[in-house]
Structure formats: structure tokens, C-alpha cells
Nanobody, 121 residues
């Protein structure tokens, strides 16, 4: 189970930090990531991190503004979102897969429930 939290309403230029608590899987064996879905659009990859945390990958749309991190001791993954834009408005999903590639092509094995992020302009 992947339980995301931290979404909300923020003004453009502001920041939010999403958290995701994982249970029921061996967290340290899994690559973790975040995807999002805006109204009327397909789900898209946002960020991913390998199981050891030593390598990350980001979509071009968020590179330099978002940072993914993980705490394997606490089974937590985070998404720090800075310089938010109206186009970042979406439902954000925490995802997990044994392979980072599956996260990057938006076909992860595990999906959490979404958390809404709304950025007002």
C-alpha cells in the first residue's frame, strides 16, 4: 500500500512537499516515483529514484524545480516541489516498481491513491 499526503492549494511560485508511506512491500527493493494526472490529460511520469537512492530521474517539465528523495529506514518517499506553476495542478500519485524504467514509462506495478495539488495563478 502506498499512502500519499501533503497535497493542497498553493499560489504560483510557492512550494509543497508530498510524502508517501509504503507498507506491505520490501521498500528497499523497490524503485519509487511520482506520476501525475491533470484534468483531461493522461498520467505522466514526474520523478523516480532507484532503490538505494543514489540516482534520480525527472521529467523535463519539473527538472530543477522538483526533488525526489527517500528514507529507506522509514519506508518513506518525498517529492519537494518548488516554484510551482499553474500547469503543475494535478492529482499526484506515488508509485513503486522493481524497475525504475517501468516508473518512467508510467507502468509501475504499484499505485497509491492520489493527492490533489492545485496551484493558483
Amino acid at each position: 500500500q502506498l499512502q500519499a499526503s501533503g497535497g493542497g492549494l498553493v499560489q504560483a511560485g510557492g512550494s509543497l512537499r508530498l510524502s508517501c508511506a509504503a507498507s506491505g512491500l520490501t521498500f528497499s527493493n523497490y524503485a519509487m516515483g511520482w506520476s501525475r494526472q491533470a484534468p483531461g490529460r493522461d498520467r505522466e511520469f514526474i520523478a523516480g529514484i532507484i532503490k538505494g537512492g543514489g540516482s534520480t530521474n525527472y521529467a523535463d517539465a519539473v527538472k530543477g524545480r522538483f526533488t525526489i528523495s527517500r528514507d529507506n529506514a522509514k519506508n518513506l518517499v518525498y517529492l519537494q516541489m518548488n516554484s510551482l506553476k499553474a500547469e503543475d495542478t494535478a492529482v499526484y500519485y506515488c508509485v513503486a516498481d522493481l524497475k525504475l524504467h517501468s516508473i518512467m514509462v508510467v507502468t509501475p506495478e504499484h499505485w497509491g491513491q492520489g493527492t490533489q495539488v492545485t496551484v493558483s495563478s
